[in-house]
């Protein structure tokens, strides 16, 4: 280790502290933050075609201010103090590395986006808090989706090392900046990559952690597994001081699954099947992101906090760190939330309607939404491609993806702009200041949930 480094590190299949004492990382994810997500703070589509749009209608000054004011207000020190106040000691911070490098000019560094960041990691530390930072988006999208900042279903970072040239260029950049933080939990260097041949995630991450540790030889590195961290077999044998990370989802917390039944041993099973490569390297295990979403209404909610509340506690029997998935959004999963009365939903909560009843966005969606469309196509695929099998999931879903969350979606970014249209600029200030902490209200039953499970593992 360096002289004076006294971050976590990786023994056996624990992360420990300097005084090589036991620390399970548990906490949440900094969702639509420095990347932002559709359902996360409303907009259809993928952040970079949203961005692009509001520019349009109001000019690039006006509409950088109001996306900087959005992020400043975004996540603040209050912020920090909630997170602290739960029993949460890690932040799993996700980035889009259209903030640090443009493809106009790749590899030359944005400093904006690196004191942004490292003054989350301060904001954080103060509050006795780990980050992680998580490299969420990458040139040409590392998996098939929206989160990757993605306007296609290809995965076109696998396809060209100029890519995954440039992704490895910034962790080089950010280690050389982060290297002795000792707030720094590590380096998720990539989040869910999905690339369809296998062959190039393993061999990626290879040339990756041993150039981070060229110039930064001390922090962990989380990696994720293929196909959205849920495959571990394309990495052979663990790198040293690495966590592996998966994800774990559960199908009955999500809209389209449920109601959950209570039957823990499938959730048990699911997650064993996940971890089989951490357990049998001997590596730690952590959940990199899970959760389910909520609709508000408490019938349909409540066998979903149970499921969250059996997952937290199957987690503590294997001793896994957890980062929930997520903060901070527009009411669909997050911790806190704006509320009706912001300006943000008072503007925007006839459009969210409109995304809702056309099932626009992935995350949220029935999969049964303008079925007098979709279920005829769905029976056409499957008469005329019976032996169609597309990657990640299968013919249904990808159909889904098509239709609905890119044609419908991308047809309907133009209309978001729109209501940007005559804002004077105290009304943009008021706009991004919904998503201020005192803007936004708790979701208080999954509060106590998360505060339970993290102080209990303190």
Same mark, same amino acid.
């Given at each position: 280790m360096a002289r004076n480094f006294q971050g976590l590190r990786v023994v056996g299949n624990a992360i420990v502290d300097e005084a090589g004492a036991r620390v399970v990382l548990r906490g949440v994810g900094l969702g639509g933050w420095m990347n932002m997500e559709n359902f996360i703070t409303g907009y259809p589509a993928n952040e970079s075609a949203m961005r692009d749009a509001v520019g349009a209608v109001l000019g690039e000054a006006r509409a950088d201010a109001f996306f900087e004011r959005l992020l400043d207000r975004f996540f603040t020190a209050e912020d920090a103090e909630l997170l602290a106040g739960l029993g949460v000691n890690c932040v799993r911070l996700p980035i889009n590395q259209r903030h640090f490098e443009s493809d106009a000019e790749p590899f030359k560094w944005l400093s904006r *986006?690196?004191?942004?960041?490292?003054?989350?990691?301060?904001?954080?530390?103060?509050?006795?808090?780990?980050?992680?930072?998580?490299?969420?988006?990458?040139?040409?999208?590392?998996?098939?989706?929206?989160?990757?900042?993605?306007a296609t279903h290809i995965a076109a970072f696998w396809k060209h090392p100029h890519f995954m040239d440039r992704a490895t260029a910034l962790w080089v950049e950010l280690a050389g900046r982060f290297a002795g933080n000792r707030w720094v939990a590590g380096y998720n260097l990539l989040n869910e990559p999905a690339d369809p041949s296998g062959l190039l995630v393993g061999p990626w991450h290879a040339r990756t952690v041993a150039a981070v540790r060229e110039v930064d030889p001390d922090h962990i590195v989380f990696l994720d597994g293929n196909t959205y961290s849920t495959d571990f077999s394309s990495f052979g044998e663990p790198v040293e001081n690495a966590v592996y990370a998966c994800h774990d989802?559960?199908? #009955?917390?999500?809209? !389209?699954?449920?109601?959950?039944?209570?039957?823990?041993?499938?959730?048990?099973?699911?997650?064993?099947?996940?971890?089989?490569?951490?357990?049998?390297?001997?590596?730690?295990?952590?959940?990199?992101?899970?959760?389910?979403?909520?609709?508000?209404?408490?019938?349909?909610?409540?066998?979903?906090?149970?499921?969250?509340?059996?997952? /937290?506690? /199957?987690?503590?029997?294997?001793?896994?760190?957890?980062?929930?998935?997520?903060?901070?959004?527009? *009411?669909?999963?997050?911790?806190?939330?704006?509320?009706?009365?912001?300006?943000?939903?008072?503007?925007?909560?006839?459009?969210?309607?409109?995304? @809702?009843?056309?099932?626009?966005?992935?995350? *949220?969606?029935?999969?049964?939404?303008?079925?007098?469309?979709?279920?005829?196509?769905?029976?056409?695929?499957?008469?005329?491609?019976?032996?169609?099998?597309?990657?990640?999931?299968?013919?249904?879903?990808?159909?889904?993806? /098509?239709?609905?969350?890119?044609?419908?979606?991308?047809?309907?970014?133009?209309?978001?702009?729109?209501? !940007?249209? *005559?804002?004077? #600029? @105290?009304?943009?200030?008021?706009?991004?200041?919904?998503?201020?902490?005192?803007?936004?209200?708790?979701?208080?039953?999954?509060?106590?949930?998360?505060?339970?499970?993290?102080?209990?593992?303190?």
């Open positions: *986006g690196f004191e942004r960041l490292a003054a989350a990691v301060d904001v954080l530390g103060a509050h006795g808090i780990y980050s992680v930072i998580d490299l969420h988006a990458v040139p040409g999208s590392q998996n098939q989706h929206w989160h990757s900042d993605n989802y559960a199908r #009955d917390g999500m809209a !389209f699954g449920g109601p959950y039944d209570g039957d823990a041993s499938r959730l048990e099973a699911t997650f064993l099947k996940r971890t089989r490569y951490q357990r049998e390297t001997g590596t730690p295990i952590w959940v990199g992101e899970f959760g389910p979403v909520y609709t508000g209404v408490p019938e349909s909610d409540e066998p979903r906090y149970a499921l969250l509340e059996d997952q /937290l506690e /199957l987690y503590a029997s294997r001793g896994a760190g957890w980062s929930l998935w997520t903060y901070k959004d527009v *009411g669909l999963q997050g911790l806190v939330h704006t509320p009706p009365s912001s300006l943000y939903m008072r503007l925007f909560g006839e459009f969210l309607g409109k995304k @809702a009843r056309l099932g626009v966005d992935s995350w *949220g969606s029935t999969d049964r939404e303008q079925a007098e469309v979709m279920e005829p196509l769905h029976a056409l695929i499957a008469r005329e491609f019976p032996s169609w099998e597309p990657y990640p999931w299968d013919a249904r879903s990808t159909t889904d993806d /098509l239709v609905r969350h890119l044609l419908f979606a991308q047809a309907m970014v133009g209309e978001y702009a729109a209501y !940007f249209a *005559g804002l004077d #600029d @105290a009304a943009l200030d008021a706009l991004a200041d919904s998503f201020s902490l005192a803007s936004c209200v708790r979701r208080e039953r999954l509060c106590e949930i998360v505060a339970s499970a993290a102080f209990a593992m303190s």
